[in-house]
């Protein structure tokens, strides 16, 4: 049984482009969530999909934004590039039922680096 | 809002010691809360949580966590370090709502360093 799997592993851009960012949750996960850490920091919630709609949201701009397909991979993308948007992207999966009593399963990561 | 405290960024124990990091929770209702552990250049792996019932957890690699709800407090211990525990551990909580629909917000780490 795959675990949760993120693609690219790394990543080089520019300031001002675009990047997508790929995720597959464990299988018979319902449930996406993005987190952003930075160097040395904590993992930051970007958002959460739940049959394909956007359910929580944390504290990112309009840049960031996502989607959820019909077979529970996600993808997040980010606009407009800064310097400031260098770091690990996590992709995590779980069960929504039960009011989000399921512990959330990590993918390695995307590292993002923007010069 | 949902807040999590790690008051050390690193932690120092011998090998064969037991080991504490702590962790203390800020939330408006009845917390869940986790304990992950981050290996260099990896995602994060599920350690233990804590939905209800019994305050002392167990959990893997023979950690084990204590709900104080009086402390807010959710600190990780095991009986005898290990030098492969050496790691960055994050505890992370979440407030659960009748939608199921809830962010986790996650401590800011602290590093695990066990001394051989």
């Known amino acids: 049984d795959a675990g949760v799997t993120q693609s690219p592993t790394h990543l080089i851009k520019t300031r001002g482009q675009q990047v997508t960012l790929r995720c597959s949750p464990k299988s018979g996960h319902d449930t996406v969530s993005w987190y952003q850490q930075a160097l040395g920091q904590g993992p930051q919630f970007i958002f959460q999909y739940y049959e394909e709609e956007e359910r929580q949201r944390g504290n990112f701009p309009d840049r960031f934004s996502g989607h959820q397909f019909p077979n529970y991979s996600s993808e997040l993308n980010v606009n407009a590039l800064l310097l400031g948007d260098s770091a690990l992207y996590l992709c995590?999966?779980?069960?929504?039922?039960?009011?989000?009593?399921?512990?959330?399963?990590f993918g390695p990561g995307t590292r993002l680096t923007v010069t | 809002a949902q807040s999590v405290a790690q008051p050390e960024d690193q932690v120092n124990v011998a090998e064969g010691n037991p080991l504490t990091v702590k962790c203390t929770y800020s939330v408006s209702g009845n917390p869940y809360l986790f304990w992950y552990v981050q290996y260099p250049n990896r995602g994060l792996q599920f350690l233990l949580k804590y939905i209800t019932g019994d305050n002392l957890v167990k959990g893997s690699y023979g950690f084990e966590a204590e709900f104080n709800k009086s402390q807010t407090s959710f600190h990780l211990k095991k009986p005898s370090a290990l030098v492969s525990d050496s790691a960055l551990y994050f505890c992370a909580v979440r407030v659960p709502n009748s939608g199921g629909y809830q962010k986790v917000t996650f401590g800011t780490g602290t590093k695990l360093q066990v001394i051989p």
């Open positions: 995590a999966s779980s069960f929504l039922r039960l009011q989000g009593r399921y512990e959330q399963y």
